[in-house]
């Protein structure tokens, strides 16, 4: 197990298209984390998944972002209509379920750029 | 609401002179405190945690983190730093109350000097 894949690690998209990001978490870790990173700040909470369910959404999470854990393992954020100020790194984590006391472990992200 | 605060962007040591990297906290539970480091270009990693027992939590790399419940606090610190060890650095918290989701600082950029 190589730890949480993310893809891709960068895009490039012009305004107004659609990019779709693909995060692996780690095998048997049924919480996966989306955030966001601009630079320069931490890391901000965008969703969790436990399993295939998604359990909490951040207001930061416009109508144009959308994420789903399918199946349980893989998930996907898609962002439509890009705009230049969602140009981030976005953040993939993933956590097993033993409690509330697990950190998470993190991806090496996908680097967004809106021109 | 959970929020974390990481009052100093930067920190400049000497290189084998201690360091500390400050974090307090808010939480309507208890605490589960956690501290990550990040390389350029990469995602986080995980440096050690606190969540219950004794206040001096150990972890990688020669870190340790002190939690203090009266002062809010979980200071990172390292009793002699070495160059490598200049990044970024993030306090996390979670709240016992029920929500799953890690709350993160602002960050801190630590520099060692040679």
């Known amino acids: 197990d190589t730890g949480v894949s993310q893809d891709p690690r960068h895009k490039i998209t012009k305004r107004g298209q659609n990019v779709t990001f693909r995060c692996d978490p780690i095998?048997?870790?049924?919480?996966l984390y989306w955030y966001r990173q601009t630079l320069g700040q931490g890391p901000e909470f965008l969703t969790y998944?436990?399993?295939?369910?998604?359990?909490?959404k951040s207001r930061l999470l416009s109508d144009r972002f959308s994420a789903e854990r399918p199946k349980g393992s893989f998930s996907t954020l898609e962002i439509q209509r890009t705009e230049q100020g969602d140009s981030a790194m976005y953040l993939c984590?993933?956590?097993?379920?033993?409690?509330?006391?697990?950190?998470?472990?993190f991806g090496q992200g996908t680097r967004l750029t809106v021109v | 609401a959970q929020s974390v605060a990481q009052p100093e962007d930067q920190v400049n040591v000497a290189e084998g002179n201690p360091l500390t990297v400050k974090c307090t906290y808010s939480v309507s539970g208890n605490p589960y405190l956690f501290w990550y480091v990040q390389y350029p270009n990469r995602g986080l990693q995980f440096l050690l945690k606190y969540i219950t027992g004794d206040n001096l939590v150990k972890g990688s790399y020669g870190f340790e983190a002190e939690f203090n419940k009266s002062q809010t606090s979980f200071h990172l610190k390292k009793p002699s730093a070495l160059v490598s060890d200049s990044a970024l650095y993030f306090c996390a918290v979670r709240d016992s109350s029920g929500t799953y989701k890690y709350i993160f600082g602002t960050g801190t950029r630590l520099k060692v000097l040679a």
């Open positions: 095998s048997e870790h049924n919480r």
């Open positions: 984590a993933s956590s097993p379920v033993v409690g509330m006391n697990t950190e998470a472990f």
């Open positions: 998944f436990q399993n295939e369910a998604q359990l909490e």
